[in-house]
């Protein structure tokens, strides 16, 4: 019989996410927004989720890897 004992670290360290755009405080004025921004992590970014208005949750596509960018449109917003 052979025993196998997997510790593993505790992840204490909390993701971190930057919006570039549009930038805080910006009003909308068109039915779509594209958002940029990037994200990081000591281990690595696995996905990035956003909701709309309490729809389904979508995901952006990123790279598994500890800093990602990403960008992703959203629509159907209404003005101001």
Same mark, same amino acid.
């Given at each position: 019989?052979?025993?196998?004992?997997?510790?593993?670290?505790?992840?204490?360290?909390?993701?971190?996410l930057t919006v570039a755009?549009?930038?805080?405080? &910006?009003?909308?004025?068109?039915?779509?927004?594209?958002?940029?921004?990037?994200?990081?992590?000591?281990?690595?970014?696995?996905?990035?989720?956003?909701?709309?208005?309490?729809?389904?949750?979508?995901?952006?596509?990123?790279?598994?890897?500890?800093?990602?960018?990403?960008?992703?449109?959203?629509?159907?917003? &209404?003005?101001?």
């Open positions: 019989t052979t025993t196998l004992r997997v510790k593993r670290r505790p992840d204490t360290v909390a993701p971190t755009a549009p930038i805080s405080g &910006a009003t909308v004025s068109e039915p779509r927004v594209r958002v940029q921004g990037s994200a990081q992590d000591d281990r690595r970014v696995r996905r990035i989720t956003w909701q709309q208005a309490g729809g389904s949750e979508q995901t952006a596509l990123v790279s598994r890897s500890g800093s990602v960018d990403f960008a992703f449109e959203i629509t159907g917003l &209404a003005a101001g």
